[in-house]
């Protein structure tokens, strides 16, 4: 079986950041799932317009067949703020995906997109993101990290966990 992880949280978790790092400490593919919104979106949001369910559908589709067309274990970067986001993303593969959702508070994820410079998510569609926000279900694979903490502990328990359900 090959391994399946979804990088989940609002904007300024550092979804980016850990898949890229997670991606090289465990040796897998990485995919960063803003790169797949289509350019309306990406307009959208950067006009501090938020995302409609219907404008997230085919961009939630193309995430999961980006997972489902990889031959080696991939993580991909996706807010998948909600279930049914996430039963989009799992209706593209055969195989169970895993996700890793990256989650703070909100002043500290407030602080963090305040300080990005040249991303088209804007610090305003925060409020929107956490009203989405689902936490994941018992029934749902994955983990919850807690991106407070020190860089390095989160790879550590991210590492942790895909190492785990890779056996």
């Known amino acids: 079986m090959i391994g399946r992880y979804v990088l989940m949280g609002v904007s300024g978790c550092g979804k980016s950041s850990v898949g890229l ?5 465990c ?3 990485f995919i960063d799932g803003d790169d ?5 979106n990406i307009t959208k949001m950067a006009q501090g317009e938020p995302l409609t369910d ?6 939630l589709a193309d995430v999961g067949r980006a997972l489902g067309r990889s031959t080696s274990p991939t993580i991909i970067g996706c807010s998948a703020l909600k279930r049914a986001y996430r039963d989009i993303i799992r209706s593209h593969l055969p195989e169970p995906v895993h996700f890793l959702h990256l989650h703070a508070g909100q002043e500290v994820l407030e602080a963090r997109v305040a300080a990005r410079v040249g991303h088209f998510m804007p610090p305003s569609l925060l409020d929107s993101q956490f009203a989405a926000l689902e936490r994941l279900g018992r029934d749902e694979l994955g983990r919850e990290i807690d991106i407070s903490r020190p860089f390095n502990e989160v790879i550590a328990q ?3 966990y895909v190492k785990e359900t890779m056996k």
């Open 27 to 29: 040796g897998i593919d």
């Open 36 to 40: 797949l919104h289509p350019q309306a």
């Open 21 to 25: 790092q997670l991606s090289r400490v």
């Open 158 to 160: 991210s590492e942790a």
């Open 54 to 59: 219907a404008d997230r559908a085919p961009w």
